[in-house]
């Protein structure tokens, strides 16, 4: 593999065969776009996070993803901290062939911290990088159609409460009970130590052996973790997995430690690790076939 130059000199150039799971370049260029100056931060109610949602609804058409919503937008409100804000979450439904009345929720957050005191909060790993997940996992699904129903689900307002999420769960489009599993992904594109963490197996024997059954590149280490049993802080309630799991829907979280640029201004492109991302979106991909692979 080579190494671009200039716009985008950490994509991997790639032949024209036919990707085993999805276009890396096209998923690093999905997210630096998305961390990019023109979506300002992306913050819940302002129009950097209007253009993000009109991005991903965009990327959701062209991958033959379905809307399961009027032109995939769940629209909601919130008050946060004296302050009443506007969110939309953006749904795509991709149908199952085996199990069509199981849903498997795959989602990410979209939003971020936006401008603070002049200063642009690109949220590039937190959570430009979950969000571009979703479009590897749509072209993923376009190529291999999922036993069961997927929904995509790009939620807003994480940072501020994870409100698009509990949204979502409180008014559900498709049944709590038909909802079998959520994949959450929140910050996977760095880590010093190619770690990956994997929450929610420890009060899941099933779910814990699809995941540990699975193989790794060497340059990954998925490691189970983080979950209230160990030592590590327990990251349950830390992303919108916290809101399924409130409803009794089993979920798997995949995230990273954080970083010296976690919430700051320096989570940029130009700060991830491309290789392990790439890798690490493969790694999810695999326990989702693993999960699909079963009637769990």
């Given at each position: 593999m080579l190494m671009c130059g200039l716009l985008y000199s950490q994509a991997v150039v790639l032949t024209n065969a036919k990707p085993d799971?999805?276009?890396?370049?096209?998923?690093?260029?999905?997210?630096?776009?998305?961390?990019?100056?023109?979506?300002?931060?992306?913050?819940t109610g302002t129009k950097g996070a209007?253009?993000?949602?009109?991005?991903?609804?965009?990327?959701?058409y062209s991958l033959k993803v379905l809307p399961i919503t009027k032109n995939y937008l769940q629209p909601f409100s919130f008050a946060y901290e004296a302050k009443e804000y506007k969110g939309v979450n953006v749904l795509g439904l991709i149908k199952g062939s085996s199990f069509p009345e199981k849903y498997i929720v795959i989602s990410a957050h979209y939003d971020h911290e936006g401008v603070k005191q002049g200063e642009i909060f690109?949220?590039?790993?937190?959570?430009?990088?979950?969000?571009?997940?979703?479009?590897?996992?749509?072209?993923?699904?376009?190529?291999?159609?999922?036993?069961?129903?997927?929904?995509?689900?790009?939620?807003?307002?994480?940072?501020?409460?994870?409100?698009g999420s509990g949204y979502f769960v409180n008014h559900p489009i498709v049944p709590l009970d038909k909802m079998v599993l959520n994949i959450n992904m929140d910050m996977i594109s760095r880590s010093d130590k190619k770690e990956l963490y994997v929450v929610g197996t420890s009060e899941n024997?099933?779910?814990?052996?699809?995941?540990?059954?699975?193989?790794?590149?060497?340059?990954?280490k998925l490691m189970l973790g983080h979950d209230g049993y160990d030592s590590l802080e327990n990251w349950t309630y830390a992303s919108d997995h916290a809101n399924f799991y409130k409803k009794s829907i089993p979920f798997l979280y995949f995230g990273v430690e954080d970083h010296k640029d976690y919430h700051e201004p320096t989570d940029v492109y130009e700060n991830i690790h491309p290789q392990f991302y790439i890798e690490a979106v493969k790694t999810i991909i695999s326990v989702f076939k693993n999960i699909d692979g079963s009637d769990f």
């Open positions: 799971y999805f276009s890396e370049g096209a998923l690093l260029r999905h997210m630096q776009s998305l961390s990019s100056d023109a979506f300002q931060g992306r913050r209007a253009k993000a949602n009109k991005y991903i609804v965009n990327q959701f690109n949220g590039a790993d937190d959570n430009a990088s979950g969000v571009s997940a979703l479009f590897g996992f749509a072209e993923y699904l376009k190529n291999y159609p999922p036993n069961h129903s997927v929904i995509l689900a790009a939620f807003d307002a994480e940072e501020l409460g994870l409100k024997k099933n779910l814990k052996h699809l995941v540990q059954t699975i193989k790794t590149p060497n340059s990954i």
